[in-house]
């Protein structure tokens, strides 16, 4: 038999597994948004920013398939040790709305951790836009950037403990961050308590800058790419952003008129999250100038802007 | 220990706990969940002869109970499948059964002949029966047509020949005739129920294709009919049961209806490490019942 030699398959994630936790506490933290609090060292311990995990009731078959919610963050017990994760969720619709019943002591069925995570950070000024419930992967990001926690540290994982060589000061992070409106914003005395560079926007001006998130946005690349004076080299620059695709492909050609290297983190509907049902595709441009459905839960849910067909 | 072991014709499985095309991937993707020895076979995704991009998103929508989908048999096509997943599936120590949809009947001949001369292969089904593929005939709802794909296939290709057929039949009995008489070894019933999801304040389907094909627990008494149909009224011919199956129960009402051997479909989706869990649990189930043969409980169903 001959050895074919392929690339593996991207995304597919060995250390994934299945799992019944408990629930340790679930908190309202804005207008239909709660985190669900599991305790889980394992998955604590496997999972890097911008992972997902497929989540459902035990033993139901009605909401049925799994639903994918984003690392919102790894908790520490009393001793410091990472205890289990964070979700959160806005209510909309099924599973969402039995989500919110659910109370400390129940059991949830749910496996990951799924997809390809954030890459590596190797920036000197990252910009991150939230759109909405966008949010939810990025006090992960944010405590590896600025090197409060290391993650994907169980042994054996395909992508080796993480380890982000220079850490980001909080001055070097901007966190653009918009919702409807300010009764929906989450997570925000976190984000200030962090100390970095914050702008929020609401679309009925109750907080913030009234108006699109992509206006504080477009400040940021236009001041920072600005030509560098004579004899300097510019900031290496990165763009995270997730939330509604509007929003996304609004960032995303924004990224492209300034030149700045961005990803997105897509919301495809997905039936199973680990690349066996072919249903949560988007189109992603080939070498050959076309373009192919992948993917999302694989090959995402984090792509480099330039290679979606937006 | 009872013998789990199960032969449908020339089709010989170690048990006969089998995952369904379409909901396993290319097996790669269920790595981290199914220890693959365990299982009686693996049905890969359907394989066209060209490459299919398959149907625009969404693809799926879950409605009570169940998932419809309309994937639109999205695959890179069989010299791809034969070059990228072949060598993997066939070393994963558990039979392999390859899954295949054509055009027409001279492309199932053509696949099917390709598909003989590989090795490791265990066995082939053909994909009569997919409602996703818009143009294409569904050759399924037709008796002859179903018999004259069946019995070509078998001339031109020398592995045990599984038929999957379509329920979105008024008879599913006249269907199964005309595959045995074609000379399957088997027939798996059934494919998905043609069906629809609608987002009526938008006025819009929610499918991207409008229809899909509606799988899950939603499904699984209708299967259980046709099973038990078939079973009673086409003596000889083996069955394998899809539909709906979630849990060992599941399991082994398919089997006193008259099946031989089940495939694990939407279940791989929200319950992953499911299909690995059942060869165990039928195991001992047969054990309690004082069983010495997984064939001493198939087709035992008491009728008045
Ligand atoms: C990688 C990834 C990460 C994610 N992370 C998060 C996260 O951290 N937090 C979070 O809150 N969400 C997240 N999501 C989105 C989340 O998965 C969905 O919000 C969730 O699946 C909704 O489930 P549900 O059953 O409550 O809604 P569903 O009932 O499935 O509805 C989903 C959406 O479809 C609409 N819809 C449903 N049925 C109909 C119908 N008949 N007609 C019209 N519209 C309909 C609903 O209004 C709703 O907007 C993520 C998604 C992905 C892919
Ligand atoms: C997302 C999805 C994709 C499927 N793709 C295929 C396919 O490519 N070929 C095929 O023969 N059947 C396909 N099926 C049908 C299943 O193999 C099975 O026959 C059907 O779903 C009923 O079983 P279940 O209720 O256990 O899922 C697919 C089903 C689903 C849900
Ligand atoms: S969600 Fe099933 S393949 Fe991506």
């Known amino acids: 038999m001959s050895t074919l030699t392929l690339p593996p398959l991207p995304g597919l994630v060995p250390c994934a597994r299945q799992l019944v936790v ?3 506490e679930q908190t ?12 889980s060292p394992e998955l604590a311990n496997a999972v890097v920013p911008g992972q997902f995990f497929m989540v459902r009731p035990p033993g139901q078959t009605d909401p049925l398939l799994g639903r994918p919610f984003a690392l919102y963050d790894v908790w520490l017990d009393a001793s410091g040790e990472p205890g289990g994760i964070d979700l959160v969720y806005l209510v909309v619709g099924k599973m969402t709305g039995v989500m919110r019943t659910w109370q400390a002591g129940e059991s949830v069925e749910i496996w990951g951790p799924l997809g390809n995570g954030f890459p590596l950070l190797t920036c000197d000024k990252l910009l991150i836009v939230a759109g909405g419930i966008g949010n939810t992967p990025f006090p992960a990001v944010l405590r590896e950037a600025l090197g409060l926690h290391r993650y994907g540290t169980e042994a054996g994982l395909d992508h080796g403990p993480r380890h982000v060589a220079r850490p980001l000061a909080p001055a070097d992070i901007t966190l653009c961050y918009g919702v409807r409106s300010a009764e929906f914003l989450a997570g925000v005395d976190h984000f200030e308590s962090l100390g970095i560079d914050l702008k929020l926007a609401t679309d009925d001006g109750s907080r913030g800058h009234k108006g699109f998130v992509t206006q504080p946005a477009e400040e940021w690349l236009k001041t920072h790419t600005a030509t560098p004076a004579a004899g300097r080299t510019g900031p290496k620059l990165a763009v995270y952003c997730c939330g509604p695709e509007p929003m996304m492909h609004a960032v995303a050609r924004l990224a492209a008129k300034y030149q700045a290297p961005c990803w997105l983190s897509l919301e495809s509907p997905m039936a199973c999250g680990f690349g066996a049902c072919f249903s949560c595709v988007t189109k992603v441009k080939q070498p050959d100038g076309d373009w192919d459905y992948r993917r999302t839960c694989v090959e995402g849910p984090i792509f480099p802007a330039e290679v979606l067909d937006l | 220990m009872p013998n789990l072991a199960v032969e449908l014709n020339r089709l010989h ?5 089998l995952v369904a095309s379409g909901t396993f991937g290319y097996a790669r993707e269920m790595a981290a969940f199914v220890p693959f020895s365990k299982l009686g076979g693996i049905v890969p995704k359907t394989i066209t002869a060209e490459p299919r991009r398959g149907n625009p998103p969404p693809r799926t929508v879950e409605t009570a109970s169940g998932l419809l989908n309309s994937i639109g048999l999205d695959n890179d096509g069989l010299e791809t499948f034969l070059a990228k997943h072949l060598e993997y599936l066939v070393g994963l120590g558990t039979k392999v059964i390859a899954n295949i949809a054509g055009h027409d009947r001279e492309e199932f001949l053509q696949m099917s002949g390709r598909l003989g001369g590989i090795e490791g292969l265990s066995g082939i089904e053909l994909n009569i029966s997919c409602p996703n593929v818009s143009g294409g005939v569904d050759f399924g709802v037709d008796p002859a047509r179903t018999e004259a794909i069946v019995r070509g296939v078998r001339e031109v290709c020398g592995l045990p020949i599984v038929a999957k057929l379509t329920p979105n039949v008024t008879d599913i009995v006249a269907i199964a005739q ?11 019933l059934t494919n998905t129920f043609q069906g629809m999801a609608i987002d009526w304040k938008h006025r819009k389907p929610i499918l991207g294709n409008v229809i899909g094909g509606l799988s899950g627990p939603a499904i699984k ?28 129960n599941d399991v082994m009402e398919f089997l006193v209806a008259g099946a031989s051997a089940v495939q694990i479909g939407t279940a791989n989706f929200y319950n992953p490490t499911l299909a690995g869990k059942l060869v165990d649990e039928l195991d001992a189930a047969l054990a309690s019942e004082g069983l010495a043969s997984v064939r001493e409980i198939v087709g035992t169903l008491k009728t008045p």
């Open chain 1, 22 to 24: 408990p629930i340790v």
């Open chain 1, 28 to 39: 309202r933290l804005a207008r239909d948004t709660y985190r669900l609090r599991l305790a």
């Open chain 2, 13 to 17: 499985l170690a048990n006969p706990i």
């Open chain 2, 178 to 188: 005309a595959a045995q008489s074609g000379g399957a070894d088997a027939v798996t």
């Open chain 2, 221 to 248: 008494p209708i299967v259980l009919r046709m099973v038990y149909q078939v079973a009673r009224r086409v003596p000889g011919l083996p069955i394998i049961a899809v539909g709906g199956i979630g849990s060992l």
